[in-house]
């Protein structure tokens, strides 16, 4: 592969984008960014600094501070940082902030994958392949309870699928970034799909793209 190549994976909570995502970094011999952790880590960043969650100017410093290659994903996905997030997600300059590193996240060489929610629509809208990832909500889940189940945990299958519904309506419904795929984007529908076929259609379209840009 020559030149710099960037995929943007748009998608819901557990369709299946983050793994999807890792799985072309790998094979493709990318750089791997969860957008999403960007603002879980600016969650913790105010928690462990025993900062407010609802103060915009001191979230938004935190959010320039951020280095996005110390982003642990194990202590990022607890729960309660989870809902932090979603407290300073919602702020502009946080966005911003945020969405200015994970642009220069995307354009050092050789390229990278970043998965999200406004990917090809906001931060990277000139990626070289956009895909759209899409799962009904009883499937994703039924996906989530299984990860938890599998995990040693307890879960509620009808509060998980009642908390992905309010998630899909708050991600689809906001004012700033909501989520929604690109006009350029390939949807891709892993419901009936295991993560090898998702992989398999994603690598088609990522190669068919590269192949014609080699051509030109």
Not at 26 to 40: I, K, M
Not at 178 to 193: G, I, K, N, Q, V
Request: aromatic letters at 4%; a negative charge; proline letters at 4%.
């Amino acid at each position: 592969m020559s030149g710099r190549l960037t995929i943007a994976i748009d998608g819901p909570a557990a369709s299946g984008k983050g793994t999807l995502a890792r799985r072309l970094a790998a094979h493709y011999g990318l750089r791997h960014l969860d957008t999403g952790l960007t603002y879980r880590g600016v969650a913790k960043a105010l928690i462990d600094a025993g900062q407010p969650l609802d103060d915009e100017t001191i979230a938004e410093k935190a959010a320039r501070a951020l280095d996005l290659g110390a982003l642990d994903r194990a202590v990022l996905s607890e729960h309660g940082i989870g809902e932090a997030a979603s407290k300073v997600a919602v702020m502009p300059s946080v966005r911003t902030a945020l969405v200015d590193k994970q642009r220069a996240f995307a354009s050092a060489p050789p390229g990278a994958v970043l998965d999200g929610r406004d990917i090809g629509t906001v931060v990277c809208p000139d990626a070289d392949v956009k895909l759209y990832v899409i799962a009904s909500a009883e499937v994703r889940a039924t996906r989530r309870w299984r990860e938890i189940m599998d995990g040693g945990g307890s879960a509620d299958y009808a509060q998980i699928l009642a908390d992905i519904e309010r998630r899909d309506a708050r991600d689809m419904g906001r004012k700033d970034s909501p989520l929604r795929p690109a006009d350029d984007a390939h949807l891709l529908d892993t419901s009936e799909m295991d993560i090898e076929t998702a992989f398999q259609a994603a690598c088609k379209l990522v190669d068919t793209r590269l192949a014609a840009r080699n051509e030109n």
